[in-house]
């Protein structure tokens, strides 16, 4: 069974920039998480979609993030200006449903630097 | 809302030696509760998880947690370490609204 996909794995941008990241989850998973790692802290989750429809955003910043699930699958997020303290890694997973006892699948993140 | 905290940060420990990450957590409501394990440079894996039941899970990779009610923890042991056991280890609580908290993760060092 193929894992959760991410690209790219690594990206550099100067603040006020823009950038985008991708992911593929695991086949069948309904489920589809965004979360942010900084630097020496856990996890945080950004946004939850269950199909391709928002389950939670409430710890995304709307101003600058954004993210999409067309037709359920696939998801982006973008940032766009990015600020200096949003590098972090940025991690996607997925699950077969959304219930809080479902197993979270992960993929190897994208690490993002802004200078 | 939810809340997980990792005690140590990082935690040292010599090959074949018996280890015990702790994690507690707090919850107003019944929680579910996960480890997961990230090697550098990859994402995070689950080593066990508690739903109900026994209080004692057991996992991959020998790992093992205790679940216990009355001390909110969910500590993490593993009585012979080995060098590839070097990783951060996350506790992760999931209960109102099913969102995943995660603790700040402690770094396991394994030395020869």
């Known amino acids: 069974e193929a894992g959760v996909a991410q690209s790219p794995r690594y990206k550099i941008i100067e603040k006020r920039q823009s950038v985008a990241f991708w992911c593929n989850p695991i086949?069948?998973?309904?489920?589809l998480y965004w979360y942010q790692q900084i630097l020496g802290q856990g996890p945080k989750l950004l946004i939850q979609?269950?199909?391709?429809?928002?389950?939670?955003d409430s710890q995304l910043p709307k101003d600058r993030f954004s993210a999409e699930r067309l037709k359920g699958v696939d998801s982006t997020l973008k940032i766009q200006p990015a600020k200096l303290e949003d590098s972090a890694v940025y991690l996607c997973?997925?699950?077969?449903?959304?219930?809080?006892?479902?197993?979270?699948?992960f993929g190897p993140g994208t690490r993002l630097t802004v200078l | 809302a939810q809340s997980v905290t990792q005690l140590d940060s990082q935690v040292p420990v010599f090959e074949e030696a018996p280890v015990e990450l702790r994690c507690n957590y707090s919850?107003?409501?019944?929680?579910?509760l996960f480890w997961y394990v990230q090697y550098p440079n990859q994402g995070l894996q689950l080593l066990l998880k508690y739903l109900s039941g026994s209080t004692l899970v057991k996992g991959i990779n020998g790992f093992e947690a205790e679940f216990n009610k009355s001390q909110t923890s969910f500590h993490l042991r593993k009585p012979s370490v080995h060098i590839s056991d070097t990783a951060e280890y996350f506790c992760a609580v999931s209960g109102d609204g099913n969102k995943l908290v995660f603790g700040a993760g402690t770094i396991l060092r394994v030395k020869s």
């Open positions: 919850s107003s409501v019944s929680v579910y």
């Open positions: 086949s069948g998973h309904a489920t």
């Open positions: 997973a997925s699950s077969l449903t959304s219930g809080g006892d479902n197993e979270q699948f």
């Open positions: 979609f269950q199909n391709n429809g928002v389950v939670d």
